[in-house]
């Protein structure tokens, strides 16, 4: 079972191999409910069981053998009044929603209350520490002067948005960047909200690896980019080993969260030593592959139609 949006590149490339190996697949969004997705099920002393159906195909909810969950649309009744629109969508959530986090016998990849979990940025650093991983100098506070001290001592620092939301400029999609900032621009507006600020790592290279189940492949990333995810086009890539250390906390950190997927960040210094930046549970990774040659497509696949954790 696939539940992603309808514009999901990456997930388009496991289906095909995917359907290739005549691996029965069932497709859809949480926006399709209740228009294009109709579901009736019932608990018994084995759990759930019952059936989904889509416009193209049927499945029997016990049968389910992983579920690969992706950044769905979400779910939306704009037929209706804004209030019932409200009650509607909560019943969604905790009914559909709820179903679907409860499959009997299902390998998540990943599973979405535990995605969230790890998508909150304190509670990923803490378990980066907790797992072994260097991580730079970091505050999380909304006092002007702690933010000041801070930045004044490890000068340069970065601002890091804690949560990523769409911004509207002039009705242009923007998001809110990761900036370099200064003691004399940190100002009574930092009291208005929280605030992650960490030292700047003096990197050399990026590595961006992913853990695919039991699988790891890590990238050297060459940029001139403080943040290499802004400027695509100008970087180099290459295939590297992942030392040992850096592996065993790998799994321990997926491991906390219930994770068998993620995509991970780190700077690396001139002396070689990987810090950790973050871990995303719903990262992009299929154009390493196109890059470098890495068989993460088929890792990918080979996980959801085996269905048993690794």
């Not at 979405?112 to 998508?119: K, Q, T, V």
């Not at 050399?204 to 400027?231: H, M």
């Not at 295939?239 to 906390?256: G, K, M, Q």
Request: proline share 6%; charged share 20%; net charge negative.
């Amino acid at each position: 079972m696939v539940v992603t949006n309808l514009d999901d590149a990456t997930t388009d490339l496991v289906l095909a191999e995917l359907h290739g190996r005549e691996v029965p697949v069932v497709r859809f969004d949480s926006g399709d409910f209740p228009a294009q997705l109709t579901f009736s099920a019932q608990i018994e002393r084995e759990g759930w069981s019952g059936t989904l159906t889509t416009p193209t195909r049927s499945l029997q909810l016990e049968h389910a053998r992983s579920l690969l969950y992706r950044r769905p649309s979400g779910f939306a009744f704009p037929h209706l009044e804004a209030q019932d629109a409200r009650f509607a969508v909560g019943q969604a959530r905790h009914g559909l929603g709820g179903l679907l986090t409860s499959l009997p016998d299902c390998l998540y990849v990943n599973h979405p209350n535990r995605i969230g979990d790890a998508e909150f940025k304190p509670a990923g650093l803490a378990a980066a520490v907790q797992s072994g991983f260097t991580i730079p100098p970091t505050l999380l506070t909304n006092e002007r002067d702690a933010a000041q001290r801070f930045a004044e001592r490890y000068a340069p620092v970065l601002y890091k948005p804690l949560n990523v939301p769409v911004y509207l400029r002039d009705g242009v999609s923007c998001t809110v960047s990761v900036e370099p900032v200064t003691a004399d621009q940190l100002d009574d507006s930092v009291a208005g909200t929280a605030h992650l600020f960490q030292a700047i790592v003096p990197k050399v290279a990026d590595i961006r690896t992913t853990v695919i189940g039991r699988k790891v492949f890590s990238v050297r990333i060459e940029s001139d980019a403080l943040d290499w995810r802004t400027t695509y086009g100008r970087h180099t890539y290459r295939a590297v080993s992942t030392p040992p250390d850096v592996t065993a906390s790998l799994f321990s950190y997926l491991e906390r969260f219930g994770l068998v997927f993620g995509a991970f960040d780190f700077a690396v210094t001139e002396e070689g030593n990987w810090t950790f930046l973050e871990c995303n549970p719903s990262g992009q990774w299929a154009w390493l592959e196109d890059e470098t040659g890495l068989p993460m497509i088929s890792a990918f696949a080979d996980l959801l139609e085996k269905g048993t954790r690794p």
